[in-house]
């Protein structure tokens, strides 16, 4: 591990610095690909009908083990590394406010060490880094697991910075997201108000009922909004066009599908209030996470045998100052405790609250229990047995989608989270090649929760990835996207 440390620390800060949003992280994409490449992996780029995904596989024969990356970043988040104070940076709006950049290094980390091993010691066994874009808000690998990307592995791993560190478990919402897009009739607001309709008027009356449809959801249920067209900034103008965008969460699919039954219901009827037209365009989904108890506690014994990292009295000299931005309330949502409750919960966070930097792994036990948020590493998890865990790289309590988490992102103390993160999947793979009987095992659980119904995607087959939404024409060279599909 110690000869890709320097390579890996570059790698992140490169990652880092681009901060592409879902469906343009070409750049990244590209530097990911390239060193793979360069290690001797087979790299196939542009799969699953996205120019930004990819695989790379090393070895051959069984077990065959995936590791996910992910490498998009966040609009509205862009912010100076380093910092204890909000400063953004120039030249950019967006930020690596959830760590994909550490995400994705570590994952390739992993698999450089499980190909050296592979050929060190001359085992059967195949690594396969799934180069997944679009986390936030695309659901890239949902579009994966539907064109059969992960069909041929035994087990896939995967991992996300947090705070603290443990396995994940119990499960995350499934979701799905669709515009709302009213057309109406434009008139002079004064001189002739009733010959106009209004399109905004759609959207406001639509997003009143479905504020009033929230008395009527389970508990578990959430819907949020974003009004991404008002239509205009003049007042005395009836605007003629308007547009919302709907993200709907539930505990599974076919919950999700009957809510946004439901928000399709009130879109009409604001429509047919105002007398406009609505379209409704589903932009994208993702299921639920279906957790695997036996590769939960590879996980964790990974987690065990990797030691932690040491940091020094400057790191956590910026640690400390950092520390000063995050609240309680912050602790009580980290990542790395989501999925936990009462004296238990309660008792981890005391210890956050007490620790610059977390120092130890949190106690595993299997858990039935859902998660709030989402993630397309559910739709992996309904193809083949997926487990995955939080890694120690920020302050305990640092907000995900937040300036401090993309200030952190790039800093020593994240860089240590990093590489031990990819020592533990790492680890992890390493023992299912040493004893394929795990995966077996893991397969076993699969289909006994899963009933051994086949995967279903939750995006409609006539949905393609909405290429165009997180990028501009200038972050999208075609010369990076050629020297990619060169090398595949």
């Not at 860089?415 to 076993?444: S, T, W």
Request: hydrophobic share 35%; proline share 4%; glycine share 10%.
């Amino acid at each position: 591990m110690e000869n890709y440390e320097e390579l890996l620390t570059e790698l992140n800060a490169c990652i880092w610095d681009y901060a592409e949003l879902k469906f343009g992280e070409y750049r990244s994409a590209q530097a990911l690909e390239k060193l793979l490449e360069q290690n001797g992996f087979e790299v196939r780029s542009s799969v699953a009908g996205m120019e930004t995904a990819f695989t790379a596989t090393c070895g051959s024969g069984s077990p065959v083990i995936g590791i996910l990356a992910e490498y998009d970043a966040l609009s509205g988040l862009s912010q100076e590394a380093g910092e204890t104070c909000q400063k953004p940076r120039e030249g950019t709006d967006n930020g690596h406010g959830c760590g994909h950049c550490l995400l994705g290094t570590a994952s390739v980390g992993a698999a450089l060490i499980v190909k050296d091993y592979l050929e060190g010691h001359k085992k059967n066994g195949t690594v396969v880094l799934a180069g997944c874009p679009a986390e936030e808000g695309g659901s890239g690998k949902a579009y994966m697991a539907r064109a059969g990307i992960f069909d041929r592995l035994d087990i896939a791993l995967t991992w996300h910075p947090g705070g603290g560190y443990a396995v994940l478990t119990g499960s995350l919402q499934a979701n799905c997201q669709a515009y709302f897009r009213f057309k109406g009739v434009s008139s002079h607001a004064a001189g002739a108000p009733h010959l106009g309709r209004s399109a905004l008027d759609a959207v406001e009356l639509m997003d009143v009922g479905v504020n009033y449809m929230r008395e009527h959801m389970e508990p578990v249920d959430r819907i949020h909004y974003a009004i991404t067209d008002t239509g205009g900034s003049s007042p005395n103008v009836v605007q003629n066009h308007a547009e919302v965008l709907y993200l709907i969460r539930s505990e599974n699919t076919e919950k999700v599908r009957k809510l946004y039954e439901r928000v399709c219901k009130i879109a009409r009827g604001a429509a047919m209030m105002t007398e406009t037209a609505v379209e409704i365009v589903f932009d994208k989904a993702c299921s639920n996470t279906i957790s695997n108890e036996v590769l939960e506690q590879l996980l964790y014994e990974s987690m065990e045998r990797v030691p932690l990292p040491v940091y020094s009295e400057e790191e956590l000299k910026f640690a400390a100052e950092m520390k000063k931005t995050i609240t309680d309330r912050d602790i009580e949502s980290d990542l790395s405790i989501g999925f936990m409750e009462g004296r238990e919960k309660r008792g981890v966070e005391a210890r956050y609250r007490e620790l610059v930097m977390s120092d130890f792994v949190v106690p595993h036990r299997h858990r039935e229990v859902l998660v709030a948020g989402s993630s397309d590493v559910g739709d992996v998890s309904h193809t083949v047995p997926t487990a995955q865990f939080i890694g120690g790289c920020f302050v305990p309590g640092t907000p995900a989608h937040s300036w401090q988490m993309v200030s952190q992102s790039k800093s020593e103390t994240a860089v240590k989270g990093m590489l031990y993160a990819a020592r533990v999947l790492a680890d992890a793979a390493i023992r299912v090649i040493e004893d394929p009987q795990i995966a077996v095992l893991a397969r076993e659980e699969f289909k006994t929760v899963t009933e051994g119904k086949a995967y279903c995607c939750p995006i409609p087959p006539d949905v393609l990835p909405n290429m165009n939404s997180g990028r501009k024409k200038a972050e999208q060279p075609s010369e990076l996207r050629q020297t990619a599909q060169d090398a595949g």
